[in-house]
């Protein structure tokens, strides 16, 4: 046994060359000689090998302003690095511009596709990162397709699982649909906002109570994020009339094929629906057009908006939760103003959580880590 | 309704500036003034806006040799192009070398993960990649934990059940193990490999037996594919004992692991085992170790060995099917030479299918598409 596996290792090793793909990934040629981002005590080194660029310039999330940057400084070795304080504990995403080219960091090989964007991650360890950090007990991520009659199209959609759904065979469990913002697809909510961590967590610690997560995709012109051989849909998701589609197909067609499909309990009190940005103009409107469907209704960064009637309407039917959030400086700050506003004026009965910082994943993180304990309560 | 929509489309369309992170991805500002990569007729053009670049050169799995580029020539308008002949219908990868740094065309959001490294794909479209499409009837892929007591870790793995797996809850499954080479991981046959679009087609088209396949991750250091929370294990996937146990695990624990929670027909004849490169020095491995677990047994472009009295030992329990894959231009190409000759020494029936080029990912999901239909037969 040994000798074979010996045989199979030497063959390994000896391979630099050739079209030897895969093994490039480990290096050989010394594509580690430097380390990129490195954490030391209270700051972080951000470093760039590129001996002919002229500027080099670092753009982070954790930055204030929107195109704001930090111009890096080139070594005598060609190494270009940048060395700032740390920020506080979360997970930023960051690049390089390169002489006015977008470059990923080859040394950090965490990164996550924002849209059409590739961004690399920085994690700031801390109490505010655990939750997002794999915990003992994990669910499951699944990606299934679903028939949209009302689309006219086949589409993917991903669903949680928790810890335990296999092993429990009897048990059936209350469903959050959680829905992402323009630009986002049906990825975006497990990758950017670790939606899965975040949930294995709560749970474990007993602060959420075992729950199915549905993550459709939101953009009616597409059936899935990345595919190759589908043709892409000439119907404008700017067009209200598709959103209205699109609204109508999660709660006539997504909430069916999941109460089909999975063991879950299918009363208004164990459904809960939350969304971001263009997703939380979703929520809203699935909540108005459907009031009877969800009893926890959380638009986080909402492009929406609800009428005082609309509103009135929606409290007749029984709501649990209705849980507004938003941050500060967010673009959609006002609009959400304005939401809270007509719900006080309906006399719905709300939580408006407020947050600093503005339009951003951190946010859209911490308002899951908020609101999902208070579920199905 | 369609008021309250208006308003919502409103606020996404006036969100160009701000930390409006999303919004980014509909390249408001004009990303979108280039096409890369274009194909037209019996060409394709490559394009970079790299003003103040000095030398763009265009790397491409395309290209036969290790290091091969392109050289990419700058227009008055700042743009670099590059327009070659359309390559034959496969998906190949490709990335810019901007003044020696590596550059992905910010035009193209097709992107793969192979290992560490981001690349760009380009599909040229023909018979040849219809198999990778996306088809009407298409599989679940999850991604579960499994808990290894031989490696000492909780693992991730990717499995496919085929379309009408929920749909047809007393029907049992054969199921594929199917296992990625050095560098790649738990991801990597459902990326690349485009393993769940390739067994949809074949399976649609009634040439391949409905199937579960589980792509487990061969790296015994490693817990999953691009955690944050997990502590790295420090041992060393290189060291013969090591890969040993983790081929243990697979045999021991994940075999186990999916007939316990997936409706799979638990014998010999409907187990099969394949695997590229390393992963098919750990096919060898496995059908050694355990010669009463698999009856259908495929390495490809393997990175592994046996003696002839293994085989012969092998050949005394059952085999169905012995499928060697192996490119002409190989840098494995001897060793499954030997293979090959240890087989006819052992007596030991097999089918050596030799293809065109060497070491890469069309060849793998070539092999794929062509043992697949043998299997469970």
């Given amino acids: 046994m040994k000798k074979l596996l010996t045989l199979a290792v030497a063959a390994l090793m000896c391979a630099g060359s050739a079209s030897a793909q895969e093994l490039a990934n480990f290096n ?5 000689q430097i380390v990129s981002p490195e954490i030391q005590g209270d700051s972080v080194t951000f470093r760039l090998n590129a001996n002919y ?10 930055l204030p302003g929107y195109g704001d940057k930090i111009e890096m400084q080139k070594g005598l070795d060609g190494v270009w690095e940048a060395k700032i304080a740390l920020p506080e504990p979360e997970i930023y995403t960051y690049n390089f511009i390169v002489d006015g080219v977008s470059v990923n960091d080859p040394q950090n090989y965490m990164v996550q596709r924002d849209g059409t964007r590739y961004l690399n991650m920085l994690l700031v360890p801390g109490a505010r990162t655990d939750a997002y950090k794999e915990t003992a007990h994990r669910g499951t991520l699944a990606y299934k397709w679903y028939d949209s009659n009302i689309l006219g199209i086949n589409r993917r959609l991903t669903v949680y699982t928790p810890y335990g759904y296999e092993a429990n065979p009897g048990k059936k469990y209350p469903v959050l649909y959680l829905l992402h913002g323009a630009g986002g697809d049906e990825e975006a909510w497990s990758s950017m ?4 961590q975040i ?3 709560l749970i474990e610690q007993g602060k959420a109570e075992p729950m199915i997560v549905v993550m459709p995709n939101g953009n009616p012109n597409q059936q899935a994020a990345q595919t190759m051989g589908l043709p892409t849909s000439d119907m404008d998701w700017r067009n209200p009339e598709n959103r209205n589609s699109y609204v109508r197909s999660l709660c006539e067609e997504i909430v069916p094929f999941i109460e089909k499909n999975f063991r879950v309990i299918a009363k208004p009190e164990k459904r809960a629906i939350a969304g971001l940005s263009m997703g939380g103009g979703h929520t809203i409107s699935a909540s108005i057009m459907y009031p009877k469907l969800f009893d926890y209704i959380c638009p986080l960064s909402a492009a929406g908006a609800a009428t005082v009637e609309q509103l009135q309407a929606l409290k007749k039917e029984g709501v649990k939760l209705y849980w507004v959030g938003c941050g500060k400086t967010d ?10 506003q007509s719900l006080k004026d309906a006399g719905l009965e709300h939580t408006f959580y407020v947050s600093e910082g503005g339009h951003i994943w951190a946010n859209w ?3 899951l880590q908020t609101f999902a304990p208070l579920l199905f309560k």
């Fill in 28 to 32: 050989f040629g010394g594509r580690k």
């Fill in 53 to 62: 660029a002229t500027v080099v310039n670092l753009y982070g999330s954790w």
């Fill in 193 to 196: 906002g670790r939606a899965a």
């Fill in 199 to 201: 949930l294995d967590n």
């Fill in 331 to 340: 673009f959609l700050w006002e609009g959400n103003q304005k939401l809270i």
């Fill in 365 to 367: 993180r911490l308002y």
